[in-house]
Nanobody, 124 residues
Framework: QVDLVESGGGSVEAGGSLRLSCQAS?????MAWFRQAPGKGREGVASVYSGSIVSRGAKSVDGRFTATHDQGRNALYLELSSLTSEDTGMYYC????????????????????WGQGTQVTVSS
């Protein structure tokens, strides 16, 4: 069992930044960030394996979102910058102990452990 606790969400104006954190109760093979906008399905943002980003999801966040992993702390972070209203949604941390460490839509069901999510709201 792995407990995941996200934090750092909030309300910001367009163009602003946030830093999301995810604390895991133990080390896992793979950790990832997903997000879900209102009325839409869950989409992957980035996944990390052994401290390195191995998969990026939504093209719309390229160059604006940066995932980092602190293996010693079992923590995953997501730096969000140049936020737009389309980034509004619930951001989830997920983890698993199996390959592949991907955020492709087809792999979402393979993540066994999920956090409760942290809300990001961007006003234009």
């Amino acid at each position: 069992q792995v407990d995941l606790v996200e934090s750092g969400g909030g309300s910001v104006e367009a163009g602003g930044s946030l830093r999301l954190s995810c604390q895991a109760s133990r080390r896992t093979l793979c950790m990832a960030w997903f997000r879900q906008a209102p009325g839409k399905g869950r989409e992957g943002v980035a996944s990390v394996y052994s401290g390195s980003i191995v998969s990026r999801g939504a093209k719309s966040v390229d160059g604006r979102f940066t995932a980092t992993h602190d293996q010693g702390r079992n923590a995953l972070y997501l730096e969000l910058s140049s936020l737009t209203s389309e980034d509004t949604g619930m951001y989830y941390c997920a983890a698993k102990d199996s390959h592949p460490c991907s955020v492709e839509r087809s792999t979402i069901g393979e993540y066994k452990f999920w956090g409760q999510g942290t809300q990001v709201t961007v006003s234009s």
